[in-house]
């Protein structure tokens, strides 16, 4: 399981748990919504690529940008519920019109704090 940590150790993850930590509350269902269009330059360069084939540098760029974004403000909105982590975080995207894209960070807030007990195994009800 891979933790991704902001500078505050602000938890998100894509598991249902966090290993060693225990959930004290749920806050709910957070989210981080972006919509991101390339510019009219970056637009011909891509148009222009795609002649040749191979990977669109300008594109992956974009999204990646885009995603982080998401991410960002996902835990900005968790942080505003008063979670200090995220399990169970997606992403998910969708075009709108022929230029722009939507990318959307999703996951449920929680408040976890440290497990000093011994360990168990998950269990399912």
């Not at 040749?52 to 900005?76: P, S, V, W």
């Not at 200090?84 to 939507?102: C, H, L, Q, T, Y």
């Amino acid at each position: 399981m891979k933790l991704q940590m902001d500078k505050e150790n602000f938890m998100v993850v894509s598991t249902n748990y966090i290993s060693g930590y225990r959930i004290k509350d749920i806050p709910g269902f957070t989210y981080g919504l972006v919509v991101r269009s390339r510019g009219l330059g970056g637009n011909i360069v891509a148009s222009l690529r795609t002649i040749f084939g191979g990977e669109i540098k300008e594109y992956t760029e974009l999204l990646n940008e885009a995603r982080q974004n998401a991410l960002d403000r996902l835990i900005e909105h968790a942080k505003s519920m008063g979670a200090n982590a995220v399990i169970n975080v997606r992403f998910d995207s969708s075009e709108i019109g022929a230029n722009m894209s939507e990318i959307i960070a999703y996951g449920t807030a929680v408040v976890i704090e440290k497990d000093d007990g011994e360990a168990q195994a998950v269990r399912l009800m």
